[in-house]
């Protein structure tokens, strides 16, 4: 991050000139008041800079709190910019508990940080916090005779910071095995011939009594099972594919989805009222994955909803695998 920017300069010089001009009031002329206001200056540009190591301590610890928290979320995450949207959310909240009041630095210097957005930018084994928002402002209270007044020292908040972390490599690589998973249902449910020995039917055309005339009625007596029969067969079976270890089904929902593509309505020569219906079907699977996958040695300091440790990222949250599949004639 650039410091030492030309409206710093500026701010700084004014401030140097307003501290010198209440020193020359205040103080009678000579080597104590020079040093005096140097001293002054001095501990101005260590208020700045410790001002500086204190954004970028909070952006790394609200970093690692923010890894911590989306990874273990057990929420749904469904891609890589969800993932980082998360992280944003949570960084700006943890950023917000540092800058949400002034401090003093030395006791008498107020310093006050802006309220951030954050951007995030990740890569392999590190990650990039780009802090945009107000300007920083460092404030002094002076109390003498003939005058009493506040001096303060702005310059530009921003900051864009490097943190080292393992973060976003946790994330790729459980989302790789999640990916991995989802790829080999989705092709097991594709190749699909038969649930529970039900032969899947594309078209069922059948003649029925008016009464009678429904989808559902026709794939009951047609395929001879109901559809929440196969629904808990279609479920049973896609749990039953899972093989990696760290992966787990949270939830699944099937159901078979009926479509009357045709109907036609007539009396036959008995009499009796019939009606001739074409339907279609579609297995519908709706699957949420959990993966659970410890990541290795490297530590950061967390609040774990006990105490503040060093702990592990863990990958532990959940990823939605939507399935569909038009019934092909057996």
Not at 56 to 65: F, K, P, V
């Amino acid at each position: 991050m650039k410091w030492i920017a030309t409206s710093f300069l500026l701010a700084f010089l004014i401030a140097i000139a307003i501290i010198i001009a209440i020193f020359a009031i205040a103080l009678p002329t000579g080597k104590t008041e020079i040093r005096i206001v140097q001293e002054e200056i001095y501990t101005l540009q260590n208020a700045l800079s410790a001002a500086k190591n204190y954004i970028t301590t909070a952006a790394a610890y609200s970093l690692y709190q923010a890894c911590y928290d989306v990874l273990r979320s057990e929420e749904i995450i469904t891609d890589e910019q969800q993932f980082i949207t998360e992280l944003e959310k949570e960084v700006s909240k943890n950023m917000a508990v540092y800058t949400s009041k002034e401090y003093s630095f030395l006791g008498g210097y107020m310093v006050s940080l802006p309220q951030y957005n954050v951007k995030i930018h990740s890569e392999r084994g590190r990650i990039i916090i780009n802090l945009t928002g107000d300007n920083l402002v460092i404030t002094k209270k002076y109390i003498g005779q003939p005058i009493s007044t506040d001096v303060k020292i702005e310059k530009v908040g921003n900051a864009s910071i490097n943190v080292s972390t393992n973060c976003y490599d946790v994330f790729i690589l459980a989302m790789e095995r999640l990916n991995n998973e989802k790829h080999s249902i989705q092709k097991k449910f594709d190749d699909l011939k038969e649930v529970a020995n039900t032969q899947l039917v594309l078209f069922i055309k059948d003649v029925f009594n008016e009464g009678d005339v429904t989808c559902k009625r026709a794939f009951e007596l047609t395929v001879g099972k109901s559809f929440e029969d196969v629904a808990s067969a279609i479920e049973e079976y896609l749990s039953g594919q899972i093989v990696d270890p760290y992966i787990k089904v949270k939830k699944i929902e099937a159901r078979v989805e009926p479509l009357l593509v045709g109907r036609s309505s007539y009396v036959g020569k008995d009499g009796i009222a019939r009606t001739d219906i074409e339907c279609r079907y579609s297995y519908i699977a709706e699957l949420n994955l959990t993966v659970n996958m410890p990541t290795g040695d490297q530590k950061y300091p967390v609040w774990n909803g006990t105490d503040i440790a060093f702990e592990s990222l863990t990958a532990q949250f959940t990823s939605k695998l939507d399935l569909r599949k038009s019934l092909e004639m057996s």
